[in-house]
């Protein structure tokens, strides 16, 4: 198979979607990689390593998009990538169509096959290509939480551990899942005071079970979210409903709760945001304040350490490429559910039930296309 890889130009975006040592194995069993001319330098791959990997460098983005057969990205495709993309392409890269309608009507229009790497799941219900960048994302959070806290940046000027003969700041952690366990994870490093809400009761007696004792949980709903956002210095949105929008769980008048300076991490961006006053921002213009409340909602967090994200990432892509490639996308999703369960769209189909739902769009069964 002919796989391109093109240079993301998506802002601040430095992951690449395949290393080099991932195109050796691509190569190695025959198929072709064409990788754009410096597409993996901001992740410190240098052409000539994909071209020691097997990989043949095209100049252009056009050229990629015009040879690949599967196409593999980071992020999702954005408007001056839409009229690259050609009916029957495979796309395997991140989507999350629901948060973007403008982009699953392109792909719609598009005819290509959209695989999204964030509903690629698991029979246990993991979401193993959404893991890695969940984990950087949440030991992320904490670290801006952290300097955004400070008075320079905006923040009310509280050191999140404290120091002997002062409490430490409180951290407010909305969803106990990969991005809300590794941001606890990192505030409980740190001596933050920490609590985790979520839904699940199995996931919070499981992080009941693994946390230390600085971390509690409590059960997510609006009442115990307006008793702690007045003390909260720093809250983190991490709540996900697979596929679909993020529910506001902070609604713009519980802003008026909050300490002025203190500080919201909404990493649910991409899916919408679980706060109502989060619109996505970006790294060079990472925060705003609402009302006293300085908000950071970079959608693209894991972007700012492409080093260790694109190893991340790509340690977990890469076993699914390497499936896709050898059998082509309906063989291999024939014979991996997980797999199957990222198509999003197909030639112009929407098949993944809760996009169609979100835009009310019709929802085609994906069987439909796997015979
Ligand atoms: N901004 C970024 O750069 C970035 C990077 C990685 C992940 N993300 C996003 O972070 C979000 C979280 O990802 P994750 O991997 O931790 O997901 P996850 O599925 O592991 O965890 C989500 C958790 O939210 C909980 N939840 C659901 N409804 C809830 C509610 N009403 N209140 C509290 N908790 C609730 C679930 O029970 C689950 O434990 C996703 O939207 C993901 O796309 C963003």
């Known amino acids: 198979m002919k796989i391109g890889i093109p240079k993301e130009i998506k802002n601040n ?95 719609i229009q598009s005819k290509a096959v959209c695989l999204a790497y964030e509903t690629v799941e698991k029979p246990d219900r993991s979401l193993p290509l959404l893991v890695p960048m969940s984990e950087v994302a949440g030991r ?18 509280i050191l999140l551990g404290g120091v002997p003969g002062t409490l430490p700041a409180k951290v407010l952690i909305l969803g106990g899942g990969i991005v809300g366990t590794h941001a606890a994870w990192m505030a409980a490093g740190l001596g933050a005071d920490v609590t985790i809400l979520d839904v699940s009761l199995p996931r919070m007696r499981y992080l009941a079970d693994i946390m230390p004792a600085n971390v509690k949980t409590m059960m997510s709903n609006e009442f115990n979210i307006r008793k702690l956002l007045p003390t909260a210095d720093l809250v983190v949105g991490a709540v996900l409903i697979p596929g679909a929008k993020a529910p506001h769980l902070i609604t713009k008048d519980m802003l008026s709760l909050m300490t002025e300076g203190s500080v919201l991490v909404d990493v649910a961006v991409d899916q919408g945001g679980c706060i109502e006053t989060c619109k996505p921002t970006t790294h060079e213009d990472p925060t705003y304040v609402i009302d006293g409340v ?20 790509t340690n977990a892509t890469l076993p699914y490429a390497l499936e896709l490639a050898d059998k ?33 769009l019709p929802h085609t069964p994906v069987s439909t296309f796997l015979k």
């Open 13 to 107: 975006e430095n992951r690449v979607a395949l290393t080099p040592a991932g195109a050796k194995e691509l190569t190695k069993r025959g198929h072709q990689v064409f990788v754009q001319q410096s597409a993996g330098l901001g992740s410190g791959f240098s052409d000539q390593q994909y071209e020691q990997g097997g990989a043949k460098i095209l100049p252009t983005i056009q050229d990629v998009y015009g040879v690949g057969e599967m196409i593999l990205k980071v992020k999702e495709p954005i408007e001056e990538e839409y009229s690259l993309i050609q009916e029957d392409q495979l796309l395997f890269t991140y989507f999350h169509f629901a948060s973007y309608e403008p982009l699953a009507k392109a792909m």
């Open 140 to 157: 992320m959070a904490i670290q801006k939480g952290a300097n955004y806290l400070e008075k320079p940046l905006g923040g009310r000027g």
């Open 294 to 313: 300085l908000h950071y909602c970079v959608a693209n967090m894991p972007g700012a350490v492409p080093y260790t994200s694109t190893l991340a990432l």
């Open 328 to 360: 082509g996308w309906k063989e291999a999703c024939k014979q991996h559910q997980d797999l199957e369960l990222g198509l999003n769209i197909i030639h112009g189909e929407v098949v993944y039930k809760a996009v169609a739902d979100t835009f009310g």
